[in-house]
């Protein structure tokens, strides 16, 4: 069964790092693009951006370029998302999930979710 | 950037009831469209890409349908399970893939 596990919700103060992840099983993490989307308290999905594990490919939704990194370490099978230094506008949940394959991105499955709260 | 308006932001159905939601792109998309329905608290799910191909394990009930810029997914019997926001997203130009704003299916 192909699993994204995330990890847990974290509570930050602005001006603060993070770096949350999603490890993926049960497939070959190598070969599928991975994507992080941010969903805001009671409002919509926005896509951050995708990374190809196999060659570290990203691509940055423009809005997010620059105010965020996203990695990868195909050796523990994990994608991460982090923050130098955070904002209370970064305060949503965060979603990781697979391109199944094909022409053009889109996601299935997703992981759980991580919560982000910024907050002094 | 692609822009994807859904309408309406609310429907009200009953259950056994057909539901019919739309998507509209700002420019073609060709059928490189994706649909997900969230619950609360839940993860999205994919419903459907390729504007019509259902995901694995996705109920017959759930189709869609649509190319360029106008997209519909209908649910032809609505079940309690089905009560959810739904979005559509496009993947056809990209960065940045995008979602519609999303369509709450509620109960009347």
């Known amino acids: 069964e192909v699993q994204l596990v995330q990890s847990g919700a974290e509570v930050k103060k602005p001006g603060e790092s993070l770096k949350i992840s999603c490890q993926g099983s049960g497939y070959s993490f190598a070969g599928y693009w991975i994507g992080w989307v941010r969903q805001m308290p009671g409002k919509g999905l926005e896509s951050i951006g995708v990374i190809y594990p196999g060659d570290s490919d990203t691509r940055y939704s423009p809005s997010f370029q620059g105010q965020v990194t996203i990695s990868v370490d195909k050796s523990i099978n994990t994608a991460y998302l982090q923050w130098s230094s955070l904002k209370a506008s970064d305060t949503a949940m965060y979603y990781c999930a697979r391109h199944p394959g094909g022409t053009g991105i889109w996601f299935d499955p997703w992981g759980q979710g991580t919560l982000v709260t910024v907050s002094s | 950037e692609i822009v994807m308006t859904q309408s309406p932001a609310t429907l009200s159905v009953s259950p056994g009831e057909r539901a019919t939601l739309s998507c509209r792109a700002s420019q073609s998309v060709s059928s490189k469209l994706a649909w997900y329905q969230q619950k609360p608290g839940q993860a999205p799910r994919l419903l459907i890409y390729g504007a019509s191909t259902r995901a694995t394990g996705v109920p017959g009930r759930f189709s869609g349908s649509g190319s360029g810029t106008e997209f519909t997914l209908t649910i032809s019997s609505l079940q309690s399970e089905d009560f959810a926001v739904y979005y559509c997203?496009?993947?056809?130009?990209?960065?940045?893939?995008?979602f519609g704003g999303g369509t709450k299916v509620e109960m009347k």
């Open positions: 997203q496009q993947y056809h130009n990209w960065p940045p893939l995008t």
